[in-house]
């Protein structure tokens, strides 16, 4: 396996919200590497998406490190933090979170035209085209099915190459068969285009298509189980 792109060490989080301080995290350790898929699996309320958000460099731990080919997220700038996420990162969301006055076309462009990049439009169709969804290029997302909007969603959230890929919940509002496809397309995106990705699901179905399942409760990461 490839050295890893993504290291969590030691990782807890601390919320304040003008009460008792709430501990979420507590001391959480693993590697992801390139081209690997990693499901975090956990009841509601386990940390999952709190690993999420850190990962992608949404938010910072209270202690330990979050590192990204070695660096830590804490020491990067402001203008560093916003150009990881917007070319190093892909966010993939239970609820799809496409922009409703834009075209399928223009929702997968938008990160790459947040980006400055090049060839936007010809990329975008690409993506759509890799997901089987390039006829649906001038769609609104109201006129698409759940998992073609989860679809188009993937397709965005690869728009760039990222090197991340984190995905939460990405089969939870779909039937068994646009789940399965949905799946199918996340495994790709790590054998494809090299991307690490990092999925919190319930869902076995998801998880069997993991590396690597990282089972987590209370905050507390169990001992990884490898595919």
Not at 99 to 108: G, S, Y
Not at 148 to 174: F, K
Request: one cysteine or more; proline letters at 4%.
């Amino acid at each position: 396996m490839a050295s890893a792109r993504l290291e969590l060490r030691g990782v807890s989080k601390t919320y304040r919200n003008g009460g008792e301080p709430a501990e979420v995290l507590h001391g959480i350790t693993f590697d992801a590497a390139p081209g690997t898929v990693t499901a975090l699996l956990g009841r509601s309320g386990c940390g999952k998406t709190t690993i999420l958000n850190l990962a992608g460099a949404m938010d910072f731990p209270t202690s330990g490190e979050v590192r990204i080919d070695g660096r830590s997220t804490v020491s990067l700038s402001e203008a560093e933090l916003t150009t990881l996420r917007r070319t190093r990162v892909g966010f993939i969301f239970q609820f799809f979170q496409l922009l409703p006055t834009l075209t399928v076309l223009e929702n997968v462009e938008l990160p790459l035209l947040l980006a400055g990049a090049r060839r936007s439009a010809e990329t975008a169709r690409d993506r759509l085209q890799w997901v089987e969804l390039a006829d649906k290029a001038s769609s609104m997302p109201y006129q698409l099915s759940g998992g073609q909007m989860q679809r188009v969603a993937i397709a965005r959230a690869l728009a760039h190459s990222p090197d991340i890929l984190i995905a939460d919940e990405p089969t939870g509002n779909l039937d068994d068969a646009s789940g399965d496809q949905v799946l199918g397309l996340i495994r790709e995106s790590a054998s494809r285009f090299g991307a690490t990705v990092l999925m919190a699901t319930h869902s076995g179905e998801a998880a069997a298509i993991a590396d690597v399942r990282i089972h987590l409760r209370d905050g507390r990461v169990l001992p990884a189980e490898r595919a």
